[in-house]
């Protein structure tokens, strides 16, 4: 979200500032959301969230204003990137300078009732709010719907060689659906050192987000996938099976900016004697780190795998999966992460695996934008 406000209105805020710090025998109450932002915000955003014509402001604005009232835009940005641009000025998050710092001038509450009052204006309920979408993990999925684009790249350690390169695609439909189209390109070495190359299996899901409670951290959603034998099996380049699976996620905030996910699901074959019938379960704990408060964030991430064929005397695998996560743009759309997938057990047949990838977020901005202050 871009706030744009008039820097007149800094210099007249300040005064009515300075008005409050006169001695009073009666303290005065505090301030509504509402309140703070008709007096500091609305000659600029209008009284609706809308957006004053020019007409109106007098002026042209380097950009346009944003509609609070815009519910798939407002709901879906965490409030910190709300806090940063309100406390250091639109710069803090490559947007126009014409929007000014409020950090001296309003208090850590004051900004915080004035962002919640900007979230009141999206009038239509049922919008998961970004504050519970948590960060990426490599496999443990998310239950918020996303709008994004995702690179990823997997070698395997040792002998025969083996990278991965995929592209996941993924589309929210409107307030809680999803889609997502994976694409894979293999690099497979045969036995006897060539190699091969093309695309692997494709996957096509769709989730559906069917509980979220702000006040409780809490986000729940469940789908479906199908996995299609698009890969040339002979060459290592596919399964050569179609794969349906069910799945569910739960996502949980915890203190300290610290947060869980679950992800489950069970896969079914449809040959068996290709495939069997399995189940896969994940958990995702992780902590957000802010450099500077409003700066570059961290996320250091532990996954625990584990997967299990559905027939008797079969041992579930487990992997360990510990990554970091890294904020690159300025207002944190794009994101970096580098993994290592360690086996527990088994290790004598299962292989490390090394992990990287760039996450765009398509639905804050474009990729080259909004990566430097102007």
Known sequence: MRLLICASLVVMFGHAAADAQTPNLQPKPERTG?????????????????????????????????????????????????????????RVR??????????????????????????????????????????????TEKAFPENEVVFTVTTMSGHPGSVESRVDYERRIGKRAQYEVGVPFDLEQ??????????????LAYRYTFYDNLSHGSIGAAGAEVTLPTGKETEGLGGGVTIFEAFGMWNQALPGNSFVQFHG??????????????VFWRTAIGRSLAQNRWGRVWVPIVEILGAKEL??????????????????????????????RVPINERDTR???AMAYLLWDWGDGGFFELWRAH
Not at 102 to 112: A, M
Not at 265 to 278: I, L, M, Q, T, W
Request: glycine content about 10%; some cysteine.
């Open 265 to 278: 699901g069970f896969e079914r074959p449809a040959y068996h004697d290709v495939e069997k019938n399995s």
């Open 311 to 340: 027939e008797s005397g079969t041992t579930a695998e487990w992997d360990l999966v510990p990554q970091l996560q890294a904020t690159l743009s300025i207002f944190q759309h794009i994101k970096a992460s580098v993994g290592l």
């Open 190 to 203: 045969g036995a006897g050192g060539q190699w091969s190359r093309g695309l692997g299996d494709v996957n």
């Open 34 to 90: 509402e309140e703070i932002y008709r007096a500091a915000c609305a000659a600029c955003h209008g009284p609706d969230g809308k957006g004053q014509p020019v007409s109106v402001l007098g002026f042209e604005p380097p950009a346009a204003f944003p509609d609070f009232t815009d519910c798939p835009v407002s709901s879906a940005e965490p409030d910190l990137i709300w806090l940063a641009i309100v406390h250091m000025g639109g």
């Open 94 to 139: 490559g947007e126009s300078h014409i929007m000014p710092a409020f950090d001296d001038i309003l208090t850590d509450n004051e900004i915080g009732r004035v962002v919640q009052y900007l979230h009141s204006l999206c009038a239509e309920p049922g919008w998961p709010r970004g504050e519970l979408n948590f960060p990426r993990a490599f496999f």
């Open 351 to 353: 292989r490390k695996a």
